[in-house]
């Protein structure tokens, strides 16, 4: 089966510096790769996905990049934003995504 | 419209009970997964079902079941509780058929087995 696997566990960062947490996985056949934004007391949230066919996604200060021969992707989040601050979790699969253990972001003001 | 509704957001059991968990999708959505959610494992597939079937089931032990209504509602059941069973339980609907696609979760269901 898939295996993902994400780095840093931890992440500090200050207001208004990028972020970029990085992600690898191991099935090839994997097309599919979410990422989800879980704040305390909720529920995960999509906030970007990409899909095999396509290199790199943007939506405003998040950017999602994937290297399919390398088999990794990653998140970038620019001008961070207390509000950021939160885990974040990388996923991949062809159909039942395989999540990875998680990234904790600190912006600090 | 309404989002992914779990209950009971928190309950407290001790070693060797069973317990029920419920999760009602957004409606319109078919398909209902189930993942455990711990500090030290992340998120673990337990399972998913789609039209009142199981379509796919995670690595977990027989101990942990679910079922899906023909409303979609679907509940999973752990029974002879372990002390390693305490995490969040939390249910994610999805309106794809395929499979890959976005998923909406629900706040969860903190379970702490004593």
């Known amino acids: 089966g898939e295996n993902v696997e994400q780095h840093p566990s931890t992440l500090s960062v200050q207001e208004g510096d990028s972020a970029v947490i990085k992600c690898t996985y191991s099935?090839?056949?994997?097309?599919?790769f979410p990422w989800y934004k879980q704040e305390l007391g909720k529920g995960p949230q999509l906030i970007i996905d990409i899909r095999s066919n396509v290199g790199e996604k943007k939506d405003q200060r998040i950017a999602v990049t994937l290297n399919k021969t390398a088999k990794h992707f990653s998140l970038h989040i620019t001008e961070t934003q207390p509000e950021d601050s939160a885990v974040y979790f990388c996923a991949g699969g062809s159909y039942i995504p395989t999540f990875g253990r998680g990234t904790s972001l600190i912006v600090h003001p | 419209k309404a989002g992914v509704t779990q209950t009971p957001r928190y309950l407290i059991k001790t070693r060797g009970q069973q317990v029920t968990l419920s999760c009602s999708p957004i409606?319109?959505?078919?398909?209902v997964s189930w993942y455990q959610q711990t500090p030290g494992q992340g998120l673990q597939f337990l399972f998913e079902y789609f039209s009142e079937t199981q379509r796919n089931k995670g690595n977990f032990p027989g101990r942990f079941s679910g079922r899906q209504f023909s409303n979609s509602r679907s509940e999973m059941n752990v029974s002879t509780l372990e002390l390693g069973d305490s995490a969040l339980y939390l249910c994610?609907?999805?309106?794809?058929?395929?499979?890959?696609?976005?998923?909406?979760f629900g706040e969860g269901s903190r379970l702490t087995v004593l």
């Open positions: 409606s319109g959505h078919r398909s």
């Open positions: 994610a609907s999805s309106g794809s058929i395929a499979g890959t696609g976005e998923l909406f």
């Open positions: 099935d090839s056949a994997s097309n599919y």
